[in-house]
């Protein structure tokens, strides 16, 4: 583990030529952005040659943000990204680095996997990342139009949000809305790392197929919190991506067709959310 995070350090530096370089942050609030996006640069490259490291490398970040201080306090609490230097304390004093690397890194690789779930429901998952794929992924066209268009300038928060908006599938407008709003609210200007469970799953046959229904609970977290979650069938060695429920407060409820005889639903397999694992 220690050695694909120094293995990384090369290819991080070399993304600050896009991501802090070619395009700076706009005020301290905006700081996280450039080290959380060169961070992902990196990753994101160690996934085209490792896919096992590279979920490894989002899975200490995990454990890390789940580490508590002398007073049992969670690191994850020391404050949203958006709180730049002003991280640093007493309880962790490494908190802007911690935060901005590792709840940094983790937001975008929700947004990334979220526009690329909310595009492609109803198909199995696809585990190995080809160059081919990785170009023409909603994120990967969103980097591109953030770079070309704030190249030499200062970005804020709410504006890379605003890029990713224009890439952002129908399926992921929450309330109707073609806005990111309830991530930035949530996530970004949040500290939540929720838990995620199902309660209550129901099949019912139909010819051809059948339908899914349950409720997902989302405890330790704000009442107010958003998260979209993608919805998995198990069928035999494959894993068939129903589609992204808005887990909206403690209770969302949701029913997909599903292919036929399908008996298990599950939360997220693939770890694609910024929760607290069982």
């Not at 949701?254 to 959310?273: E, I, K, W």
């Amino acid at each position: 583990m220690d050695r694909s995070l120094s293995n990384s350090v090369i290819a991080h530096e070399t993304a600050h030529q896009w991501w802090g370089d070619l395009v700076t942050w706009g005020g301290y609030r905006d700081q996280w952005l450039v080290e959380a996006l060169a961070n992902y640069s990196s990753l994101m490259l160690l996934e085209s040659q490792d896919s096992g490291k590279f979920h490894a490398v989002l899975e200490k970040y995990r454990g890390d943000l789940l580490t508590t201080d002398r007073d049992g306090v969670v690191l994850a609490d020391a404050g949203p990204v958006t709180l730049g230097t002003r991280l640093n304390s007493s309880h962790f004093p490494g908190g802007y680095e911690a935060i901005s690397y590792g709840r940094g890194t983790w937001l975008f690789h929700m947004l990334r996997s979220m526009m690329l779930d909310g595009s492609r429901s109803g198909k199995a998952h696809v585990s190995e990342v080809s160059e081919a794929r990785l170009v023409d992924e909603p994120f990967a066209r969103a980097l591109r139009k953030l770079r070309e268009r704030y190249q030499g300038r200062p970005v804020t928060t709410r504006e890379v949000l605003k890029v990713f908006e224009e890439d952002l599938p129908p399926s992921l407008w929450f309330e109707g809305r073609k806005s990111l709003d309830w991530f930035y609210e949530g996530w970004v200007n949040g500290t939540a790392l929720p838990r995620l469970e199902l309660e209550n799953v129901k099949y019912n046959d139909k010819p051809g197929s059948t339908v899914v229904s349950g409720t997902i609970l989302q405890s330790e977290a704000p009442k107010d919190l958003v998260t979209a979650v993608p919805v998995y069938a198990a069928l035999g060695n494959k894993a068939i991506l129903l589609g992204v429920v808005f887990a909206d407060g403690q209770e969302s409820s949701f029913h997909f067709s599903a292919p036929a005889g399908a008996r298990r639903a599950v939360l997220d397999p693939y770890h694609t959310v910024l929760t607290r694992l069982r």
